[in-house]
């Protein structure tokens, strides 16, 4: 008997991984106009683990003080061998991860994906989604420059005005009235103690969940009887592979951004001195951070940002919810139009948000116009083509990609 | 006591002006609260110098307590007694020529000693400032004010130099505020409009000679077209020198050939020192050039530059050390020390204008150059010590400083080219990371088309 036989049957005996080889060669994926979305997963899975590694390489020289922290990072950048490249890969891995985990959002939305059963397999993936935008935002502030200070000095303070709990939320955020070292020893514990754990439970749970009730299809695909009619494909290695080369693309892209544009450190935080012009939080926060700083100091009886947050707060709820509300055509057909204002408001808030300056109202245009030429074409499995649906998908575009053109041109020439 | 008429008219008018008065205790003789403003209505020196006073005349100096209350005594709370003496009360009272504690003002020669009657007493001063200078009245006699009045008074008072500056001229007479209230006439920002008052005045300056050369009255507008004055009034420098500072103040006089670079070096005491160890010292004081003012200038001293260096056009080195026309034995050696100095000088701040450039474009492509960028400092401030160095008039001392610098801007090029080095390196890495990346890439995707087609089950 060969020596890897002997380690096969070893294993074997002890790990029983003959079930698992047994449940990977049963799994099947669907095979219809929207299998590619199903790499969004497999990618958010990748880019996460490019998190855990990086994460766990930087806490080796991370020291989580207010006198230390961004000393340490600056460390990290220059003077650790290939530092540099593991700290841009992890913050442009998070920024990617968040990008792809919005649009894997957006795609299981469009598939329906949270009809029965798989309602918890959506519960889950939203809370998945809170906690990287959790991670985000904790993680913001521990390199501890200006720019995170005051951008977190900003963030917690919206919770501050949140009526009757706003100020003891805020004490438990801040771990104090100030952001302070306190303030960073709490974002760091949250960052590399509890959102993980609680990650790896919650990711546990809706990789089983996956398991258990299958890949989800479209409508379109599901016969009355709710029997898949897609042809499918074996997951491996069929959909392996093909999710690899997904991975592959994203580490190529990973090692690029990080090589050409090292994740800047800024300025150290000082905590007396004014707030530095154009603070801004993550991107993936900038539509909140845009609106909120829009309203009007008063709406009727209420503070303009308290309604603010209670608003992006009942979003959250109607999101989580989704699979709950949708009960029929009419309401499917009012949740629809609900996730195009947002997908819309979404758009148009970031750009303002990235471009807030008055002299940058072209840029602003040129953003919006990019994210709807990229967003757009997620609709075209959904349509059939020679339809009325497909042409306005295509004149959309086309409308799209003319603003964009247009607007850039008037930029350059500007 | 036996009262003289006008004793008992005085205090006749004053029963009926304010009889309630009376029935209160004086309160002279203790020191008021300091914001005690109003005098009481018997206060005997109302009633000739309050206009409208019960015995005021067109004629009668006036004084109206609304100028007084910011005046620094009047704070503290003295009264008109307390500098012109005389009796405050009517009991005591006596007209004033016959008064011998009265304080006459009335001639110019006598203004010293009225205010040094308190300022030049250390028992009386003490109750109000325990660290009070009481030496302001002799520094004054020796100033040329001082020695001025003293001249030309010659013990006649009606002789007197009714031009020359006595305390009331800088300090003002009544209203006089404390030299720490930044409306005081003598308040850093205002010393040089203070003396430029008389100083500026064409006419007042006429024909006054100071060691036998006219004084003349442009100093104030040379001063604020200087270095110092700009800083001063533009910037509100308050440690700026401005007239005092080089002059001295009640002690005023200007500054002796020999002493110049020791009134410069109050401020700059480094540049003072090494100036007063060189041979250069000596022979300006030999040939009597003012030292520093030789080269930078008197009350227009201008911002000093490093052209001032050297044999160029501008070079003020060059005004003596000019090989066809040597100036006061200025030597060709001399020459050549300035022309080495100005180039080494030239060269550092030529290093560290190119190490900026690589840092700036180290920190342009996103590398981590803070450490060299700071450590830049330390080789400008090598330059900033050469400057001062300069002033040893030696090349060895300066080319110490500037080896430093040399020794920064080495090393911080040497870490800015590592850094670009790295950002071209990461690049490569890059370029050859994506190519077995692209490889496995296309592996799979060849694999997956040689796979059998998934098997339709339903």
């Given at each position: 008997?060969?020596?890897?036989?002997?380690?096969?049957?070893?294993?074997?005996?002890?790990?029983?991984?003959?079930?698992?080889?047994?449940?990977?060669?049963?799994?099947?994926?669907?095979?219809?106009?929207?299998?590619?979305?199903?790499?969004?997963?497999?990618?958010?899975?990748?880019?996460?683990?490019?998190?855990?590694?990086?994460?766990?390489?930087?806490?080796?020289?991370?020291?989580?003080?207010?006198?230390?922290?961004?000393?340490?990072?600056?460390?990290?950048?220059?003077?650790?061998?290939?530092?540099?490249?593991?700290?841009?890969?992890?913050?442009?891995?998070?920024?990617?991860?968040?990008?792809?985990?919005?649009?894997?959002?957006?795609?299981?939305?469009?598939?329906?994906?949270?009809?029965?059963?798989?309602?918890?397999?959506?519960?889950?993936?939203?809370?998945?989604?809170?906690?990287?935008?959790?991670?985000?935002?904790?993680?913001?502030?521990?390199?501890?420059?200006?720019?995170?200070?005051f951008a977190t000095r900003v963030g917690t303070a919206m919770v501050g005005v949140m009526p009757v709990i706003?100020?003891?939320?805020?004490?438990?955020?801040?771990?104090?009235?100030?952001?302070?070292?306190?303030?960073?020893?709490?974002?760091?514990?949250?960052?590399?103690?509890?959102?993980?754990?609680?990650?790896?439970?919650?990711?546990?749970?809706?990789?089983?969940?996956?398991?258990?009730?299958?890949?989800?299809?479209?409508?379109?695909?599901?016969?009355?009887?709710?029997?898949?009619?897609?042809?499918?494909?074996?997951?491996?290695?069929?959909?392996?592979?093909?999710?690899?080369?997904?991975?592959?693309?994203?580490?190529?892209?990973?090692?690029?951004?990080?090589?050409?544009?090292?994740?800047?450190?800024?300025?150290?935080?000082?905590?007396?001195?004014?707030?530095?012009?154009?603070?801004?939080?993550?991107?993936?926060?900038?539509?909140?951070?845009?609106?909120?700083?829009?309203?009007?100091?008063?709406?009727?009886?209420?503070?303009?940002?308290?309604?603010?947050?209670?608003?992006?707060?009942?979003?959250?709820?109607?999101?989580?919810?989704?699979?709950?509300?949708?009960?029929?055509?009419?309401?499917?057909?009012?949740?629809?139009?609900?996730?195009?204002?947002?997908?819309?408001?979404?758009?148009?808030?970031?750009?303002?948000?990235?471009?807030?300056?008055?002299?940058?109202?072209?840029?602003?245009?040129?953003?919006?116009?990019?994210?709807?030429?990229?967003?757009?074409?997620?609709?075209?499995?959904?349509?059939?083509?020679?339809?009325?649906?497909?042409?306005?998908?295509?004149?959309?575009?086309?409308?799209?990609?003319?603003?964009?053109?247009?607007?850039?041109?008037?930029?350059?020439?500007? | 006591?036996?009262?003289?008429?006008?004793?008992?008219?005085?205090?006749?008018?004053?029963?009926?002006?304010?009889?309630?008065?009376?029935?209160?205790?004086?309160?002279?003789?203790?020191?008021?609260?300091?914001?005690?403003?109003?005098?009481?209505?018997?206060?005997?020196?109302?009633?000739?110098?309050?206009?409208?006073?019960?015995?005021?005349?067109?004629?009668?100096?006036?004084?109206?307590?609304?100028?007084?209350?910011?005046?620094?005594?009047?704070?503290?709370?003295?009264?008109?007694?307390?500098?012109?003496?005389?009796?405050?009360?009517?009991?005591?009272?006596?007209?004033?020529?016959?008064?011998?504690?009265?304080?006459?003002?009335?001639?110019?020669?006598?203004?010293?000693?009225?205010?040094?009657?308190?300022?030049?007493?250390?028992?009386?001063?003490?109750?109000?400032?325990?660290?009070?200078?009481?030496?302001?009245?002799?520094?004054?006699?020796?100033?040329?004010?001082?020695?001025?009045?003293?001249?030309?008074?010659?013990?006649?008072?009606?002789?007197?130099?009714?031009?020359?500056?006595?305390?009331?001229?800088?300090?003002?007479?009544?209203?006089?505020?404390?030299?720490?209230?930044?409306?005081?006439?003598?308040?850093?920002?205002?010393?040089?409009?203070?003396?430029?008052?008389?100083?500026?005045?064409?006419?007042?300056?006429?024909?006054?000679?100071?060691?036998?050369?006219?004084?003349?009255?442009?100093?104030?507008?040379?001063?604020?077209?200087?270095?110092?004055?700009?800083?001063?009034?533009?910037?509100?420098?308050?440690?700026?020198?401005?007239?005092?500072?080089?002059?001295?103040?009640?002690?005023?006089?200007?500054?002796?050939?020999?002493?110049?670079?020791?009134?410069?070096?109050?401020?700059?005491?480094?540049?003072?020192?090494?100036?007063?160890?060189?041979?250069?010292?000596?022979?300006?004081?030999?040939?009597?050039?003012?030292?520093?003012?030789?080269?930078?200038?008197t009350h227009r001293t201008v911002q000093p530059t490093d052209e001032m260096l050297g044999m160029g056009e501008?070079?003020?080195?060059?005004?003596?050390?000019?090989?066809?026309?040597?100036?006061?034995?200025?030597?060709?050696?001399?020459?050549?020390?300035?022309?080495?100095?100005?180039?080494?000088?030239?060269?550092?701040?030529?290093?560290?204008?190119?190490?900026?450039?690589?840092?700036?474009?180290?920190?342009?492509?996103?590398?981590?150059?803070?450490?060299?960028?700071?450590?830049?400092?330390?080789?400008?401030?090598?330059?900033?010590?050469?400057?001062?160095?300069?002033?040893?008039?030696?090349?060895?001392?300066?080319?110490?400083?500037?080896?430093?610098?040399?020794?920064?801007?080495?090393?911080?090029?040497?870490?800015?080219?590592?850094?670009?080095?790295?950002?071209?390196?990461?690049?490569?890495?890059?370029?050859?990371?994506?190519?077995?990346?692209?490889?496995?890439?296309?592996?799979?995707?060849?694999?997956?088309?040689?796979?059998?087609?998934?098997?339709?089950?339903?």
């Amino acid at each position: 008997m060969s020596r890897s036989s002997r380690i096969r049957i070893f294993l074997q005996e002890r790990l029983g991984l003959d079930v698992l080889r047994g449940l990977a060669g049963k799994k099947k994926v669907p095979v219809h106009s929207c299998t590619h979305f199903y790499y969004l997963g497999g990618m958010a899975l990748f880019l996460f683990l490019v998190q855990i590694v990086t994460g766990i390489l930087l806490c080796l020289y991370y020291k989580p003080s207010p006198d230390q922290a961004f000393e340490s990072v600056r460390a990290i950048m220059s003077e650790v061998d290939f530092g540099w490249l593991i700290r841009s890969a992890h913050s442009w891995s998070a920024n990617l991860l968040i990008g792809v985990l919005l649009l894997h959002l957006l795609t299981t939305y469009m598939m329906r994906a949270y009809r029965r059963p798989r309602e918890m397999t959506w519960v889950t993936g939203i809370l998945l989604l809170g906690l990287f935008l959790a991670f985000g935002f904790s993680g913001y502030l521990l390199p501890w420059n200006q720019l995170a200070f005051f951008a977190t000095r900003v963030g917690t303070a919206m919770v501050g005005v949140m009526p009757v709990i706003g100020d003891d939320l805020l004490l438990l955020a801040r771990g104090g009235e100030n952001v302070t070292g306190d303030t960073l020893a709490r974002f760091y514990a949250l960052h590399v103690v509890v959102f993980p754990m609680l990650t790896f439970a919650l990711l546990g749970l809706h990789l089983f969940l996956v398991q258990r009730h299958g890949m989800s299809v479209p409508d379109r695909n599901e016969g009355t009887s709710g029997v898949t009619q897609s042809p499918s494909m074996p997951f491996v290695p069929h959909f392996l592979l093909r999710d690899m080369v997904g991975w592959y693309l994203a580490l190529g892209l990973l090692a690029a951004l990080a090589a050409l544009f090292p994740w800047e450190l800024g300025e150290k935080a000082e905590p007396f001195a004014s707030a530095p012009e154009g603070i801004k939080p993550e991107w993936y926060f900038l539509f909140m951070f845009q609106t909120l700083k829009l309203l009007p100091a008063r709406i009727g009886l209420f503070e303009g940002e308290a309604l603010g947050v209670l608003f992006f707060g009942l979003g959250g709820l109607v999101l989580l919810l989704v699979p709950f509300l949708d009960r029929g055509r009419i309401s499917r057909a009012a949740l629809n139009l609900l996730a195009t204002l947002a997908v819309t408001f979404f758009i148009v808030m970031t750009a303002w948000g990235w471009f807030s300056a008055k002299e940058e109202a072209t840029l602003r245009v040129i953003l919006g116009a990019v994210l709807v030429v990229l967003v757009l074409p997620l609709l075209l499995p959904f349509t059939k083509p020679k339809t009325g649906p497909r042409q306005a998908l295509y004149w959309s575009w086309s409308l799209a990609m003319f603003v964009l053109l247009v607007s850039t041109w008037w930029e350059l020439l500007g | 006591m036996i009262s003289t008429p006008q004793q008992i008219i005085v205090r006749c008018l004053l029963l009926a002006i304010s009889w309630s008065a009376w029935a209160s205790p004086p309160s002279w003789g203790q020191i008021p609260a300091a914001n005690a403003t109003v005098l009481p209505d018997d206060y005997s020196c109302s009633l000739c110098h309050r206009k409208g006073g019960a015995l005021w005349t067109e004629l009668t100096p006036v004084a109206e307590e609304k100028d007084l209350v910011d005046d620094v005594h009047w704070q503290k709370g003295l009264r008109c007694h307390d500098c012109h003496g005389g009796g405050a009360t009517l009991d005591t009272f006596k007209n004033h020529r016959d008064d011998p504690d009265f304080r006459s003002l009335r001639a110019r020669a006598n203004v010293p000693a009225f205010c040094g009657h308190c300022h030049s007493n250390i028992d009386y001063m003490r109750r109000y400032n325990p660290s009070a200078r009481t030496d302001q009245e002799s520094e004054y006699w020796t100033s040329g004010h001082g020695r001025r009045l003293k001249a030309s008074s010659g013990g006649d008072n009606s002789q007197v130099d009714q031009a020359v500056a006595t305390c009331i001229d800088c300090h003002g007479g009544h209203g006089i505020l404390a030299t720490s209230n930044a409306k005081s006439r003598v308040y850093p920002m205002h010393v040089a409009q203070t003396c430029g008052h008389c100083h500026s005045d064409p006419k007042r300056m006429a024909g006054r000679m100071y060691n036998e050369r006219p004084l003349g009255h442009d100093q104030f507008d040379q001063w604020r077209e200087g270095v110092h004055g700009r800083a001063l009034i533009e910037k509100g420098d308050l440690s700026a020198a401005t007239c005092n500072d080089c002059h001295g103040n009640h002690g005023a006089m200007p500054p002796g050939v020999d002493s110049v670079a020791n009134a410069c070096g109050t401020c700059h005491g480094k540049v003072s020192k090494l100036f007063a160890e060189t041979r250069m010292k000596h022979k300006f004081e030999q040939v009597g050039l003012p030292g520093c003012a030789t080269c930078h200038g008197t009350h227009r001293t201008v911002q000093p530059t490093d052209e001032m260096l050297g044999m160029g056009e501008s070079a003020v080195c060059a005004r003596c050390h000019n090989r066809q026309n040597p100036q006061y034995g200025a030597t060709v050696a001399g020459a050549e020390a300035a022309r080495t100095m100005r180039e080494r000088l030239e060269q550092l701040k030529n290093e560290i204008a190119a190490a900026e450039k690589k840092v700036a474009a180290a920190e342009r492509l996103g590398m981590e150059v803070r450490g060299p960028r700071f450590d830049l400092r330390q080789a400008i401030d090598a330059v900033t010590n050469a400057r001062t160095l300069v002033h040893s008039f030696k090349p060895g001392p300066m080319d110490k400083s500037l080896n430093e610098g040399f020794q920064v801007t080495s090393e911080v090029i040497r870490l800015a080219d590592a850094a670009l080095a790295e950002h071209a390196y990461r690049r490569v890495w890059l370029a050859a990371s994506l190519v077995p990346i692209l490889v496995v890439v296309c592996v799979l995707l060849l694999y997956i088309r040689a796979l059998p087609a998934a098997p339709t089950d339903e």
